[in-house]
């Protein structure tokens, strides 16, 4: 498996906003931190594992929290932001954004 890059994060980022209608995080420092994070855990696990959220390093497990996770458009749409803060919805942007609720049950971590 060839190591993911912040180039190839970037992109992959892109093209899930695209499909998914979402925008990113202006916050430079955030999303290039968030990057960092979806680059490691692409190069120890394989693939793009929510790299703010406890994980069991099992793709299956980890499911629901592989980016964008299974509750980005929930928490997008109530809160004006994903869990990390990577994305969010057009009325979020300009405004700072703090932490938001986990919607990931507790039986779902390890």
Request: overall charge negative; aromatic content about 10%; glycine content about 6%.
């Amino acid at each position: 498996m060839r190591e993911k890059t912040i180039k190839d994060v970037q992109i992959f980022l892109e093209a899930v906003t695209v499909k998914q209608d979402l925008l990113l995080n202006p916050d430079k420092d955030h999303i290039e931190s968030i990057k960092e994070g979806l680059m490691e855990m692409y190069n120890s696990l394989g693939y793009y594992c929510c790299p703010c959220r406890e994980s069991w390093g099992d793709k299956k497990k980890d499911r629901d929290i592989c980016c964008p996770c299974d509750y980005c458009k929930a928490d997008v749409e109530e809160f004006g932001q994903c869990y990390c803060g990577l994305f969010i919805s057009e009325s979020s942007r300009g405004k700072e954004l703090s932490s938001i609720p986990d919607r990931r049950g507790e039986e779902l971590y390890p």
